[in-house]
């Protein structure tokens, strides 16, 4: 179940509000009501995988109550360690296999075991709650509390990652209160607007770059098609940023207000500026529970101390990269990102001042270039890809290049969502409520003639 699809649309959603709407009243069932809505959503999206998260939901939490009782940090060390065993398992066992066979020369069975539904999400989410409780920073909770922050399903399968620290006082909070319906209105406007950057934006790229990709991992392009596939990156934001709306707003419309994703990544003028606008909540979590412990720990003598600091974003990004896929081109996408920052870093320090224009340039084209090596699937397929830039621009396709006109134009000069979002809920009324309306009956429409297009991030 996509949240871009009509089941969501017009039945779980409308039947998930009607029920907590029943509940709302009642405070020892709210939290009750919106766990078992969650796992439902993921039961009905990955029915084979739903007892994996109940399971790793009463493991994490058995962990934290004996923690609390006997004090004993190898306990939750143990827990994490079997998150990140499970998650390599899943994840990761059928490229290491492949791996292991190129070494010995030979091919090495792969497991089926298929990819359980927002498994990288969940597992960070249980992360960032023991590392916090271990350091002494998180209270324990009670069961269904710590279900609800694992399973929250407008966040469950692909983020925004929250912290415990941001969500768990929110839960059980009464939803229809005065007031309530201009809650409403700015979490059916985050939905509207996300609904409009998957699927007019991010499904209309789509449709025009998965057969040149498909193309790409077959031989050169021709024709100039490789300008077409050059703006990947544009596709991806569109995607995941319109997913993040519609998680913010499906989060209000049940009381709970989830974390900004996106701010307009790419009006950045540097690569550091750029990474603290994309993916907001995974490069908080790489930050906090990657980059500082690597490089607060001291590994090396002082007089390194700055190798171990570039050695700890080169190791982070590489992290990063090889989080988004078991592939060896996301890790050298998260490579090259690192070492973007390295040297975005030294030049900060040491090189010229540099134009705001300028750098604002060098760094959309070093986004693009790379999200060409993140979308390709092999270094062949991108070299394709780059070769077949010598050709020149395919005008020739006129209109079928909308939507690549579209998306510079929102990711450029347009506000951030939440921008948007908030200058047209700062004084609701009858037309822009009517506007709305008209909005949402287009894009239902839109689905039902283009059909669901999966989230790019649910493969991660």
Not at 183 to 197: D, M, N, R
Not at 313 to 324: E, S, V
Not at 343 to 348: H, I, N, P, Q, Y
């Amino acid at each position: 179940m996509l949240f871009n699809d009509y089941p969501f649309l017009l039945v779980f959603l409308p039947a998930a509000l009607l029920i907590y709407r029943l509940a709302d009243p009642y405070p020892h069932l709210r939290i009750g009501v919106q766990v078992a809505l969650s796992l439902a959503f993921y039961a009905w999206g990955s029915p084979s995988f739903i007892l994996l998260l109940i399971a790793s939901i009463a493991i994490n939490w058995l962990a934290s109550v004996v923690y609390g009782r006997v004090k004993w940090k190898a306990v939750l060390t143990l827990v994490i360690v079997l998150d990140l065993a499970v998650l390599a398992l899943f994840k990761y066992a059928n490229f290491l296999l492949a791996n292991v066979g190129l070494v010995l020369g030979t091919t090495l069975p792969a497991l089926d075991i298929g990819l359980p539904l927002g498994i990288s999400f969940f597992t960070f989410h249980h992360i960032m709650y023991l590392v916090d409780l271990k350091r002494g920073k998180a209270p324990l909770y009670a069961l269904d509390r710590y279900a609800l922050y694992i399973a929250f399903f407008p966040q469950a399968i692909a983020g925004p990652l929250a912290r415990w620290s941001e969500v768990m006082h929110q839960f059980g909070r009464q939803v229809y209160v005065p007031g309530w319906q201009r809650q409403f209105c700015i979490a059916t406007s985050f939905i509207a607007l996300g609904l409009f950057e998957k699927i007019m934006i991010a499904d209309s790229i789509a449709h025009l770059l998965d057969p040149i990709y498909a193309a790409a991992a077959h031989g050169p392009l021709p024709s100039g098609d490789a300008w077409l596939a050059f703006c990947f990156s544009f596709q991806i934001l569109f995607d995941f940023s319109g997913y993040s709306d519609i998680a913010i707003g499906l989060g209000l419309l049940f009381g709970v207000q989830l974390p900004y994703n996106f701010n307009a990544p790419l009006r950045s003028t540097n690569i550091q500026d750029f990474w603290q606008r994309w993916h907001i909540t995974l490069m908080l979590f790489l930050r906090d529970y990657v980059f500082y412990p690597l490089v607060n720990s001291r590994l090396l003598p002082r007089r390194f101390l700055p190798v171990q600091f570039f050695g700890a974003m080169l190791i982070t990004m590489a992290l990063c990269g090889l989080w988004h896929g078991a592939s060896w081109t996301f890790v050298l996408w998260g490579m090259l990102h690192g070492l973007a920052q390295v040297v975005c870093s030294l030049w900060r320090r040491y090189g010229p001042r540099c134009p705001s224009w300028l750098g604002w340039a060098l760094t959309v084209l070093f986004v693009l270039a790379t999200g060409v090596i993140f979308r390709a699937g092999s270094v062949e397929a991108a070299w394709h890809v780059f070769s077949g830039l010598l050709s020149p621009l395919p005008l020739e396709r006129g209109g079928q290049l909308w939507p690549l006109i579209a998306a510079p134009l929102f990711a450029f000069v347009l506000p951030a969502s939440q921008d948007i979002v908030a200058f047209f809920t700062r004084r609701p009324n009858v037309v822009l409520a009517g506007l709305l309306g008209v909005g949402i009956l287009a894009l239902l429409i839109q689905i039902g003639e283009r059909g669901g297009h999966e989230f790019v991030y649910f493969q991660f």
